[in-house]
């Protein structure tokens, strides 16, 4: 047995330990938890203690668990104190609760600041129930800081490179559904979600006080249902969409229809998305159309950046432009998912530009071992369209896969701020598989009948409920169960944790890896022919990461200026008829510049010249040499 073996079966072995002394009762909610904000609707729920939440150790790191924001902000304070030479550990606002947004520069500040190096974004957790988001940015700084000095690759990054880590870029959200039944999409601000004058009036009701929002499912009369028990499943745990007029059962989320409206659980806690409040292609939200024949966006905000969470990314890159790759995380996929949203690659992208984000995707599917890879609007869209069971998944989500290929914009989405404002290779990568884990037949797809079996076999059952009655107060006897909707359908439940948040760590690491890099080759002096008391001063310079020092993108929409190279001469020596500052485009991969400059030096001259490369997304290197004696 190998040693990722041996790490594997005793972490599943701890976290089975934890699970077992929580299995004689379920978790239950403890104290009180409150949202903040006005609204019409509760504020207030019952906390709860989710086993999934607790380290093997108190204090020491492991991806066996899910982190709260508490022990998020102390691992980040102890590493600004370990390593200070490395770590900036800051605040870049508060959230709508008063949480602050942890932010992280990680770079060896003795080889230069991080404004002069090129650098990487990182961001988790922007949606509210995507915490595996949050776990891959933590697995990432715990990964690049623990192996500084023993990893030459790592030890080479840091020195050369900076990374800005956001852990949890939405804390209120991640709190709440880290410590409640209730999840929702990103910020907790009230918001109107179905547009009937009313705040939040109709959160998920956890009936029967289990810590999650399950299904309920009710018998009814033959053909009044749209729903039928999975005839291949003898249990009679998993149910199936039924053919027109043959369903017995209806299926519903477990809660009450609080305002009277016959819907049940339309309105809960907040309802903006901050993925969809981005300025690049961003829409009003649902009935602010004026017209009423344009594109609207469900979760756009009342104007872009409206949310501070998305407001401090934004300004945060514009501020810091030597970023040239950004990763922000979602779930449930699995996907290496970039832009366009609202067009295909072919279509608004520059053939450079698009052939290198064709070599990241294949790449990352190496690495990660994802199926898929492509852009928003025409390949995220088109997933799932020959597989029944992820149709009918996406059905009781509300939407539809369409039969024929077709597109499916998406406004106010960060890649599209990230590439065609940004200028930038900019992936919001989807984790995790909404727990279609093994294909036991080896057909290529993976059932809920075999999702249920792995629960069973591999997992002890401890992902799905089973059916228990309930007497419903308006709609009589009900049984509630089914997967469990954070630790299954949303994240990877946590003995597998730890092999999804390393797999997209080594892909952001080989993101970071590929980054461009400008180098001086050589700086020397020459003399100038036929000029006396003349040198020429000659510098060759290149770039030897992987990236361009600026994407086509880029270039068009002026986020980066021209590299240049420019030269500082010591008293008693001038320049003839040369600039100190010579623009050079940009450098691709490999490529090199020469550039000269005509030197007046005097008898006395002596001291040395400093020749130094200036790329926005490239970084800054010099070189010295002599002049005179």
């Known amino acids: 047995m190998n040693k990722s073996a041996i790490k594997l079966g005793w972490l599943a072995l701890a976290a089975a330990g934890i ?129 500084y000095g023993a990893d030459p690759g790592i030890t080479k990054l840091v020195d050369t490179k900076a990374l800005y880590v956001r852990v949890k870029n939405n804390p209120d959200g ?4 880290l410590n409640t039944a209730q999840s929702n999409r990103s910020t907790v ?20 006080g289990d810590g999650f929002i399950l ?24 149910m199936r969409r039924a053919p027109a007029g043959q369903g017995d059962y209806v299926v519903m989320s477990e809660g009450l229809d609080s305002d009277g409206d016959g819907r049940v659980n339309e309105d809960g806690i907040g309802g903006l998305d901050l993925h969809r409040n981005y300025p690049e292609n961003w829409r009003p939200m649902p009935g602010l159309d004026l017209t009423g024949r344009g594109w609207t966006q469900g979760g756009a905000g009342e104007y872009p ?37 609202t067009s295909r690659m072919s279509e608004s ?87 279609r884990v093994k294909d036991y037949d080896g057909d290529g797809r993976v059932t809920e009948l075999e999702s249920l079996r792995f629960i069973d076999e591999e997992l002890g059952g ?14 009589g006897e009900v049984e509630i169960g089914g997967f469990n909707p954070k630790f299954w359908r949303q994240n990877p439940p946590v003995e597998i944790l730890e092999e999804w948040v390393v797999k997209e760590g080594l892909f952001n690491l080989f993101l970071a890896k590929s980054l461009p890099q400008v180098k001086i080759v050589s700086a020397a002096i020459r003399p100038a022919r036929k000029e006396a008391d003349t040198i020429e001063v000659v510098a060759v310079v290149t770039n030897e990461g992987f990236l361009p020092t600026a994407l086509k993108m880029a270039e068009r929409v002026k986020i980066v200026r021209p590299d240049a190279v420019e030269i500082r001469l010591p008293a008693g020596a001038s320049l003839s008829g040369s600039r100190i500052r010579q623009e050079i485009g940009h450098l691709k991969q490999g490529e090199k510049r020469e550039v000269r400059w005509k030197v007046k030096v005097r008898p006395d001259a002596s001291g040395e010249a400093e020749v130094s490369v200036l790329s926005t997304r490239g970084g800054v290197a010099r070189a010295k040499v002599r002049i005179g004696p």
């Not at 991640?174 to 559904?177: A, L, R």
């Open 19 to 147: 699970f077992l002394a929580a299995a004689a009762q379920e978790p239950k909610p403890s104290r009180m938890y409150t949202v903040g904000g006005v609204r019409h609707g509760a504020s207030f729920f019952p906390r709860v203690d989710y086993p999934f939440t607790k380290p093997l150790k108190e204090g020491q790191m492991d991806f066996a668990h899910y982190h709260t924001y508490d022990e998020v902000t102390s691992f980040l304070r102890a590493w600004a104190a370990e390593y200070p030479e490395l770590v900036d550990l800051y605040s870049v606002g508060q959230s709508f609760e008063g949480r602050e947004i942890w932010q992280m520069t990680i770079t060896n500040k003795a080889t230069g600041k991080d404004t002069d190096k090129p650098a990487m974004f990182i961001e988790g957790n922007r949606h509210s129930g995507e915490v595996t988001a949050a776990e891959a940015a933590l697995w990432f700084a715990w990964h690049v800081l623990t192996n």
């Open 174 to 177: 991640s709190e709440m559904y």
């Open 189 to 208: 601000r009230p918001y109107d979600d179905d547009r009937d004058g009313l705040l939040d009036e109709d959160p998920p009701d956890d009936l029967d």
């Open 215 to 238: 299904q309920m499912r009710r018998k009814v009369e033959p053909g009044k249902g749209t729903m039928i028990l999975d005839p291949d499943d003898p249990s009679g745990r998993l």
């Open 305 to 341: 950046l409206s949310e501070i969470e998305t407001r401090t990314v934004v300004l945060f890159l514009l501020q810091h432009p030597n970023v040239s790759i950004v990763q922000t995380m979602d779930t449930t996929v699995p996907m290496l998912l970039h832009g366009p949203s």
């Open 349 to 435: 992208m520059f053939p450079e530009d698009m052939r290198i984000y064709q070599y990241f995707d294949e790449e990352g599917k190496k690495i990660t071992g994802y199926p898929n890879a492509g852009d928003t609007y025409w390949d995220y869209a088109n997933l799932g369209r020959g597989d029944r069971d992820m149709r009918a998944r996406a059905a009781e989500m509300g939407f539809e896969i369409p039969s024929e290929p077709q597109g499916r914009p998406l406004f106010g989405h960060s890649p599209d701020f990230g590439y065609l404002y940004y200028g930038s290779v900019w992936y919001g990568n989807e984790l995790w598989n909404g727990g």
């Open 462 to 475: 401890r992902y799905f409920k089973p059916w228990t009655k309930f007497a419903h107060p308006s709609l």
